[in-house]
């Protein structure tokens, strides 16, 4: 009896671990999201209050380089550079806009959902760059990235 009770168990246990792997595995494959980086790059500067919009510069070495020059370019978010991420890589390195979008990215299928990094250099060196983050799905912003 206990024999049979250990093999039940067992074999539950070897289910449970290769479906959870399968499931942790199943993005490994490389999908491709279809998205414009410029617009992508846009919605997040258009999320930007106007205080922060007035640090954004096209590069940091540019700014140290030109001053003002680098501040006052139109499209300066054409500058900024647009990378996927799986959220779970994320962390706690999220401020999410809202507990909705908290709850709805931190459920389990949604951990290894791609989304964009958006990154703007500032004028800012105390507190470093801008960082957003966007559902390329949605073409909405879901958090920011922390600054220090």
Do not use: Q
Not at 31 to 58: Q, R
Not at 62 to 71: F, P, Q, T
């Amino acid at each position: 009896m206990k024999s049979k009770y250990i093999k039940i168990v067992s074999t539950l246990v070897i289910i449970l671990v290769i479906t959870t792997l399968l499931i942790e595995f199943n993005d490994m494959s490389s999908k491709t999201i279809d998205y414009n980086p410029n617009e992508i790059k846009k919605i997040a500067y258009d999320y930007l209050s106007d205080e922060e919009k007035g640090t954004v510069v096209t590069s940091v070495d540019d700014y140290i380089a030109n001053g003002e020059v680098a501040l006052n370019i139109e499209e300066v978010w054409l500058y900024a550079s647009c990378d996927e991420v799986k959220l779970k890589t994320i962390g706690f390195g999220i401020l999410w806009v809202g507990n909705d979008m908290k709850e709805h990215y931190n459920t389990f299928g949604n951990r290894n959902k791609i989304v964009l990094k958006v990154s703007m250099d500032t004028s800012d060196f105390l507190i470093g760059s801008v960082i957003l983050f966007v559902d390329p799905v949605m073409k909405e912003v879901i958090g920011y990235g922390a600054r220090f």
